[in-house]
C-alpha cells in the first residue's frame, strides 16, 4: 500500500513539474538588439529581472558564420547584437524597448563614442509583427517629442539570422573588469543603468 502511495505521489510530483516548466516555457520569448559593443549591452541587459540569458553575436549581414575579424572589416553587413532569452511574464519587450534606447545614443550613424563603423549600428530585428509595431511605435514617439536632439537612426529590420560570437567574447566585462576599456567605458554606463533602473535589476 505505502509503495503505491510513493508512486502516485512521484507522478503527481513529475506532472507538477512539467505542468510547471511548460507554462515557464510559454513565457520565453526572443528579442535582437544591436547597440554598438556587444561587450557594453550584454552587460547591461543581463542584470535585467525577466532576462534569462543574453548572448553575444552577429546579426543583419550577408555572409554566413561570419568571424569577429570579418565583422570588424565591415565587409560583412554584420550588426554587433545581444539576443535576449526573457520571461514576458516578469519583463515586457516594451520594457526592453525602454532600456535599449536610454542606454546608448541612437542618433548617431554607423557609431557609439569611439567605436565607429557598421557594425556598431543602433539596431532592432524583430521577431514577430507585435517587436515591430512596438518598436515603430516606441521610435515615432521619441522623434516627435524629440527626446534627443537628433533624429533617431535605429534600423528597424526583422530577424533572420543570429550567429554567436566567439567564446571570449560572452561575459566579456564580468571576466576583463580590470581591462581599460571596461574600467574607463563600461563601468561608468553600468554605475548610470543601476541607478535608473534600479527597480528592474535582479
Same mark, same amino acid.
Given at each position: 500500500?505505502?509503495?503505491? =502511495? ?16 511548460? /507554462? *515557464?516555457?510559454? *513565457? ?12 557594453? $549591452? ?19 549581414? $550577408?555572409?554566413? *558564420? ?15 547584437? =545581444?539576443?535576449? $532569452? ?7 519587450? %516594451? ?16 557609431? /557609439? ?15 514577430? %509583427?507585435? /517587436? %515591430? ?9 521619441? @522623434? ?5 536632439? *537628433? ?18 567574447? /560572452?561575459?566579456?566585462?564580468? @571576466? ?10 563600461? $563601468? ?15
Amino acid at each position: 500500500m505505502r509503495s503505491g =502511495i510513493r508512486i502516485l505521489l512521484l507522478f503527481v510530483m513529475i506532472a507538477t513539474v512539467h505542468q510547471l516548466y511548460s /507554462q *515557464n516555457n510559454k *513565457n520565453m520569448e526572443i528579442a535582437t538588439f544591436g547597440s554598438g559593443c556587444f561587450w557594453c $549591452t550584454e552587460a547591461i541587459f543581463q542584470q535585467l529581472n525577466g532576462v534569462e540569458s543574453a548572448v553575444s553575436g552577429y546579426s543583419g549581414g $550577408t555572409v554566413k *558564420n561570419p568571424t569577429y575579424k570579418e565583422v570588424c572589416t565591415g565587409n560583412t553587413g554584420h550588426a554587433e547584437v =545581444i539576443q535576449l $532569452t526573457y520571461n514576458s511574464e516578469d519583463i515586457s519587450y %516594451k520594457e526592453l524597448l525602454e532600456v535599449f534606447w536610454q542606454t546608448h545614443d541612437p542618433t548617431t550613424l554607423n557609431r /557609439q563614442g569611439a567605436d565607429v563603423g557598421t557594425q556598431y549600428r543602433s539596431a532592432i530585428f524583430y521577431h514577430n %509583427k507585435e /517587436q %515591430k509595431e512596438l518598436a515603430e511605435e516606441y521610435k515615432k514617439k521619441l @522623434n516627435d517629442a524629440k527626446i534627443f536632439s *537628433n533624429p533617431i537612426v535605429t534600423e528597424i529590420t526583422e530577424f533572420e539570422t543570429f550567429y554567436k560570437a566567439e567564446n571570449y567574447h /560572452q561575459e566579456y566585462y564580468d @571576466n576583463n573588469k580590470a581591462q581599460p576599456y571596461c574600467s574607463f567605458v563600461i $563601468t561608468p554606463k553600468i554605475e548610470k543603468f543601476k541607478k535608473v533602473f534600479k527597480d528592474k535589476l535582479k
